[in-house]
């Protein structure tokens, strides 16, 4: 559980997550928002903050620019969970994983 007396994602870590986020794993921060934020018309994502409780996004649908707030199913204790919690998002099962008969 996340310790409140310290908080680990400043603003700075913060800012590095979304930036590497953003920079290197843009289909990770769109999928995010097809799949957690419940926006499959989505086109595109941008990653503006994270804490121990979820990530702040800012999702391009139809009707434009939409922020989402996509939560954690559990607070993160350290800035470095969030690597790890990232990437276990992205292993649910898709559309296109289904096997072909």
Excluded: Q, W
Excluded at 6 to 32: K, Q, W
Excluded at 53 to 67: E, N
Excluded at 70 to 81: E, G
Excluded at 82 to 92: G, N
């Amino acid at each position: 559980m996340a310790d409140v007396s310290e908080n680990p994602f400043t603003p700075a870590v913060s800012d590095r997550i979304c930036g590497h986020m953003n920079d290197d794993h843009p289909d990770a921060v769109l999928f995010y928002v097809h799949h957690y934020g419940n926006e499959p018309t989505a086109t595109e994502a941008r990653m503006e903050a994270i804490d121990c409780d979820g990530m702040d996004i800012t999702a391009t649908v139809d009707d434009g620019p939409r922020p989402l707030r996509i939560p954690f199913a559990a607070p993160l204790a350290t800035a470095k969970d969030a690597h790890v919690v990232l990437v276990d998002m992205l292993k649910v099962p898709r559309p296109t994983d289904a096997p072909t008969a």
